[in-house]
């Protein structure tokens, strides 16, 4: 996964993924972070810290290519990282 700014300038390189994406979500954190969620073919979703480049959580397990169905903060949570993911397959 390549991520681009609004001028179209490379922001990371995300890999990890062993088939192609097929979804993806972005989140701003309250914290400042910025997280994306992808999907692959590869049966998993991956959690990724876009600014560190990083994978922070895989979810296996799926039994097809997964869907990225929602990713947002948890505005009940008292940490600043906490998030709801759904994904389906």
Same mark, same amino acid.
């Given at each position: 996964?390549?991520?681009?700014d609004?001028? /179209? ?7 990890? /993924?062993? *088939?192609?994406? #097929?979804?993806?979500?972005? +989140?701003h954190?309250?914290n400042g972070?910025?997280?994306?969620? #992808?999907? &692959?073919?590869?049966? #998993?979703? *991956? ?9 922070l959580?895989?979810? !296996?397990? /799926?039994e097809? &290519?997964? +869907? ?5 903060p948890? !505005?009940?949570?008292?940490? !600043?990282?906490?998030l *709801?993911i759904?994904?389906?397959?």
């Amino acid at each position: 996964v390549r991520a681009f700014d609004f001028s /179209h300038r490379l922001q990371a390189t995300l890999k990890g /993924h062993e *088939k192609p994406v #097929t979804s993806l979500a972005f +989140c701003h954190g309250s914290n400042g972070t910025r997280y994306l969620v #992808t999907g &692959s073919w590869d049966g #998993t979703a *991956k959690v990724w810290d876009i600014q560190r480049q990083a994978v922070l959580a895989t979810l !296996p397990d /799926h039994e097809n &290519s997964v +869907c990225v169905a929602a990713l947002a903060p948890d !505005p009940q949570s008292t940490s !600043p990282t906490l998030l *709801k993911i759904a994904t389906g397959s």
